[in-house]
């Protein structure tokens, strides 16, 4: 078996970045994923920080900027669609340097691949049902492409890691529920269409949001409180549910649910958190919503991906391929600054569809204050800014 082989399972945020930084470490990345091409649609994610630097450095600011939106304000409407709360969104732009901007987190995917194309061997529509560890190395069995051995694994596979599942156990050993779903679909031809606005209208326990997309596209975002029971798979099921629960919705509501049924592309999964005392085993790793997922209403999964990646690399580099040396310094520089970030997603998760029509107005006087000098950066500061210092690891 050739050494520094690393199988790579995922192909979203965090497994394309590791790739990056695996070859610029010297190592021989492979990248497995499950889906037959590259995933379009979904969600817009807000980037900033540390995350929005390991992009610079790779040399993706200006594309980044090219396709990405900025947003100039996040604006709440009541159910006759005039403006409630809100503020511009100046006031992160401040937090973050400049350094700021809204992108669909499929478009990021995309522009990280183009950066491994030349270095690293994908491998589309297959997945990893097997793993057998030895001293040497792990032989990984895939769906359809039989038995490969490599030097090290990483799940880098998302909240529903199926590396995670065959090398520590079952989800719900490490799955915190937040009590919310969400879903999410794109439309073309919406009207009204409203530029570099976010609009979100809320009832107890559901939020609906609008934003206006490249393309004659429009997203529709749904956010509402679930029990225990499981989600529906089916997506008739799906689309049932959420018709439930906005039936009773203004605004938008009507026309968005008779859009809802014309779709055959609806993300909908539950708001969870990924809780682990180690993320790694032997030779096989975890990174990105693998290893510690803060949850999708956090805001910061992509740049979370992005930082755990540029570190797992920088510490197999730095430890000249000693995998166990490398997977502790890795858990060590990160595992504060994750369950930091853990914390503020689950407060951010309540204040984006509060429970009760007590919790909106609270919601809605807290927004608009944040026109008060200072008081955003009070409020948000610390979830907004990262206090963390990324080693320079001397890429070769």
Not at 16 to 36: D, H, N, S, V
Not at 55 to 77: C, D, K, P, Q, T
Not at 287 to 299: E, R, V
Request: one cysteine or more; a neutral charge; hydrophobic letters at 40%.
């Amino acid at each position: 078996m050739a050494d520094r082989t690393v199988l790579i399972s995922g192909g979203g945020i965090a497994g394309p970045a590791l790739a990056f930084w695996l070859a610029a470490a010297g190592f021989r990345p492979t990248l497995i994923e499950q889906a037959p091409q590259l995933r379009t649609g979904g969600y817009v994610i807000d980037f900033w920080g540390l995350g929005y630097d390991i992009a610079s450095w790779m040399g993706l600011e200006a594309e980044i900027n090219r396709i990405g939106y900025h947003v100039r304000e996040m604006r709440i409407v009541g159910e006759n669609g005039k403006r409630v709360a809100g503020f511009g969104t100046d006031v992160l732009s401040e937090l973050t340097n400049g350094r700021y901007v809204t992108i669909a987190r499929s478009d990021l995917s995309r522009l990280l691949f183009e950066k491994i194309k030349d270095t690293t061997e994908v491998i589309f529509g297959d997945e990893i049902v097997g793993l057998e560890q030895n001293s040497d190395g792990v032989r990984a069995q895939l769906k359809r492409g039989g038995e490969r051995d490599y030097s090290l694994i990483v799940g880098a596979d998302g909240l529903h890691s199926g590396v995670r599942r065959l090398a520590f156990g079952p989800q719900h050993q490490f799955e915190r529920k937040l009590g919310y779903a969400v879903a999410a679909f794109e439309v073309e031809g919406y009207r009204p269409r409203d530029e570099d606005l976010y609009l979100m209208y809320g009832l107890p326990g559901r939020m609906l949001g609008r934003f206006t997309l490249h393309g004659n596209r429009t997203l529709f975002l749904f956010v509402f409180t679930v029990g225990e029971s499981p989600l529906p798979r089916a997506l008739d099921l799906q689309k049932e549910m959420l018709r439930n629960e906005y039936a009773d919705g203004a605004w938008e509501c009507p026309p968005l649910l008779e859009e809802l049924g014309h779709t055959d592309e609806l993300y909908f999964d539950s708001v969870s958190q990924i809780a682990m005392s180690r993320w790694s085993k032997g030779r096989v790793a975890l990174t990105g919503d693998a290893a510690f997922c803060a949850s999708l209403l956090a805001g910061q999964g992509s740049a979370l991906a992005m930082i755990s990646a540029y570190v797992l690399a920088g510490e197999l580099l730095k430890a000249d391929a000693r995998h166990e040396e490398a997977f502790g310094s890795y858990e060590a520089l990160l595992r504060n600054y994750i369950r930091t970030k853990q914390h503020g997603a689950a407060r951010f998760a309540s204040a984006l569809a509060p429970r009760t029509r007590l919790g909106l107005l609270f919601r809605n006087l807290v927004t608009n204050a944040f026109i008060i000098p200072g008081l955003a950066r009070l409020v948000v500061g610390k979830e907004i800014t990262d206090a963390l210092h990324l080693p320079d690891y001397h890429w070769r």
